[in-house]
């Protein structure tokens, strides 16, 4: 689809560095993000890593409280949420590749010590940790598939956990031709309101900071609430010693997608590509992008979803699910609000008084037992009042439970994950699970296949019957009980044929009542909307 203009011309990946300044949190990966899709929209091969510097080996096993939601990719990596921006901008998988930590690195460089591959030598951050760095960094330039990686740097500049990345960038700007490597900073322009202006010394300050490490940048990325006039660019080329045109403003936007337009706007992709000595004629093919946007800003109807989860102070946690609201809810030319309801807010006495005025409910993944009785209040509410129901991993589990405590009496029913002695496990721990006793990475995780049922829904929504999902769970619904279900007026209606799992569950005597032990958000996309969450939408589009 995407093809390499300059074959004769070049044959070498060029690599963009994007590193923050000032602050944290201004949007490293939202900027990387939007240039990849306008030069990917050039016709360029694109793709981006995230290098984050922490210890743990990946974020797997971090709370979503500290950091987000854990996006998986097809390949099973536990990764940092910045890469469901990646896959949401760009309409590309990533992969472990994607996302290096700082703990993966010590991990590989203390196992070669061991093997002895460093015999007779001092193991050392430099060479030894920055080598390995530089390896992180190339592996996808060197699969051939990419023409650009960009490589973003998690964390500020001056933060002494990201020296060692920083001084890998500084090698590499050495080492490889300087066509082929160039550094974006992102940095705050703060405006104070007392003095009516906008300053440039925290800029100032980040870039020497950088420069310190012996990294110039190339071009400032500039997050500020007010337009930068021609002084304040002319100010911040001058004492950071980059080109005027290479001050690139980037205003707070209204919704994340308007980033890359606004990037367009300020030619950020046409200096990028002359700094990388690469052609520039024609403009970014934006028609498909601008068309979601268009619905997206346009709306002719606005529904209200309830996401019930227990990490809702903190709606990063739930970031792929949301953005896969406002993919559907584009597509069927409809506005998402959605009401985020913590699940321990939910008792069986206001559970109605509470849901009563939503177009759909879902219920959303999880871990642990806090929360999980308010879960399965929200699933008997969406069910016995027809109201459309997406159970996602932790929440398909949760209307297993739920149908089987009030529809088939097992009044004790439970997934083991919460209560190791119920007499009705329903939900049960996946057998190779049983021998696994280290908790990083041990998961079932990534793509895994799903046949559908010829009469399901699922199989209407998706319009074939073989899928592949993203996993990550460590129970299932206990194959023991699936006949009772069935014949109670369950439909299994996705399942894993090598292993029996079930994949998907139905209530065929439901409007719209579809669970899923996979997550359907993280393969959701700007341009490739997830048919079930489009079709959940239209659902709860029937309420209205
Ligand atoms: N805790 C559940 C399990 O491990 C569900 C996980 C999830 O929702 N991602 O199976």
Request: overall charge negative; hydrophobic content about 40%.
């Amino acid at each position: 689809m995407y093809f390499w203009r300059n074959l004769n011309v070049m044959s070498k990946t060029k690599y963009i560095f994007v590193t923050g300044g000032v602050t944290s949190s201004l949007g490293k990966g939202i900027i990387s993000a939007s240039l990849a899709k306008l030069l990917q929209e050039r016709g360029y091969r694109v793709t981006i890593q995230k290098l984050d510097p922490y210890i743990n080996i990946d974020p797997g096993t971090l709370n979503p409280y500290e950091h987000g939601e854990c996006f998986v990719t097809d390949d099973g990596a536990e990764t940092d949420l910045d890469l469901g921006h990646y896959e949401r901008f760009l309409n590309i998988p990533t992969s472990q590749a994607n996302n290096v930590t700082t703990g993966r690195i010590y991990q590989a460089v203390i196992n070669k010590e061991r093997k002895g591959e460093f015999l007779g030598k001092t193991v050392q951050v430099i060479p030894h940790i920055t080598d390995e760095i530089k390896h992180r960094i190339q592996i996808l330039g060197k699969t051939g598939e990419f023409d650009i990686v960009i490589t973003e740097i998690g964390g500020t500049v001056g933060d002494i956990e990201s020296l060692p990345y920083v001084e890998a960038v500084r090698q590499l700007k050495w080492e490889l031709d300087s066509k082929d490597i160039m550094v974006i900073h992102l940095t705050l322009v703060p405006y104070l309101a007392a003095a009516g202006e906008l300053k440039t010394k925290p800029t100032q300050h980040s870039v020497k900071m950088l420069m310190q490490s012996g990294v110039a940048p190339d071009v400032l990325v500039c997050r500020t609430e007010r337009h930068l006039n021609e002084n304040i660019r002319k100010k911040l080329a001058l004492f950071c010693n980059v080109e005027t045109n290479s001050i690139i403003e980037s205003i707070d936007a209204e919704t994340i997608y308007d980033v890359p337009n606004l990037m367009l706007d300020e030619k950020l992709d046409k200096v990028v590509l002359d700094k990388l000595n690469l052609e520039t004629k024609t403009e970014p093919k934006l028609e498909k992008w601008n068309d979601f946007l268009y619905k997206f800003k346009n709306p002719k109807h606005h529904i209200t979803i309830g996401l019930i989860g227990k990490y809702v102070e903190l709606h990063d946690a739930y970031k792929s699910i949301s953005e896969a609201l406002i993919h559907a809810g584009a597509t069927n030319e409809t506005k998402v609000h959605i009401q985020w309801i913590h699940s321990e807010s939910l008792t069986e006495k206001n559970t109605s008084e509470k849901l009563k005025n939503l177009n759909g409910i879902i219920v959303a993944p999880g871990f642990g037992g806090r929360g999980i009785e308010g879960k399965i209040d929200a699933v008997r509410f969406a069910r016995e009042n027809n109201i459309p129901f997406l159970g996602i991993c932790l929440g398909m589990q949760m209307a297993v439970i739920e149908f089987a405590r009030n529809v088939l009496h097992l009044k004790d029913a439970n997934s083991v994950e919460m209560d190791l002695n119920t007499t009705n496990p329903v939900i049960n721990l996946m057998e190779e699970q049983k021998k696994i006793t280290e908790k990083g990475g041990t998961m079932r995780l990534g793509a895994w296949d799903c046949t559908l049922e010829k009469n399901s829904k699922s199989l209407a929504i998706y319009g074939k019957q073989e899928i592949s999902e993203r996993h990550r769970h460590r129970y299932e619904f206990n194959n023991k009980y699936v006949a009772d279900f069935v014949k109670a007026g369950m439909l299994i209606a996705g399942e894993n044929k090598k292993t029996d799992l079930v994949e998907i569950i139905e209530l065929p005597n439901h409007p719209w009542f579809v669970a899923v032990q996979f997550h359907p958000e993280y393969k959701s996309t700007v341009l490739n909307p997830h048919p079930l969450f489009v079709d959940f939408i239209k659902a709860g589009l029937d309420m209205v």
